[in-house]
Nanobody, 133 residues
Framework: QLRVVESGGGLVEPGGSLRLSCAAS????????VGWFRQAPGKEREGVSY???????????YHENAVEGRFTISRDDAKNTVYLQMNSLKPEDTAVYYC???????????????????????WGQGTLVTVSS
């Protein structure tokens, strides 16, 4: 069974850090692009970060303006996992965070920047991040 599973969420104070993981099973994640998305209470889901596949070249990455300079997406293909390192967290980062994988980097990038309504192949169940003092 192909799936991705998020972990690493929790409660953190403003200014703190968390690292989210998106672990793949049943397939080789290196062949897939991955996006991180989040949905805050009462708001629509939004794209956060993107990383391309790493089959033919080192991955490229992208971060939305709201998290640029604070969040870093990376991948460890040996562990079949993509990470989202989140630093300098703010209360407005509170949300359920989801990762999604697709064999098409263009499809994932389009979804992250909100330029595409195409559905992505695999979605995780989400992990809750709460930033509060």
């Amino acid at each position: 069974q192909l799936r991705v599973v998020e972990s690493g969420g929790g409660l953190v104070e403003p200014g703190g850090s968390l690292r989210l993981s998106c672990a793949a099973s049943g397939f080789t994640l290196a062949h897939y692009a991955v996006g991180w998305f989040r949905q805050a209470p009462g708001k629509e889901r939004e794209g956060v970060s993107y990383i391309s596949d790493s089959v033919y070249a080192p991955s490229s990455t992208y971060h939305e303006n709201a998290v640029e300079g604070r969040f870093t997406i990376s991948r460890d293909d040996a562990k079949n996992t993509v990470y989202l390192q989140m630093n300098s967290l703010k209360p407005e980062d509170t949300a359920v965070y989801y990762c999604a994988a697709d064999a098409s980097s263009a499809r994932v990038f389009g979804a992250v920047i909100g330029d595409s309504n195409e559905s992505l192949e695999l979605w995780g169940q989400g992990t809750l991040v709460t930033v509060s003092s």
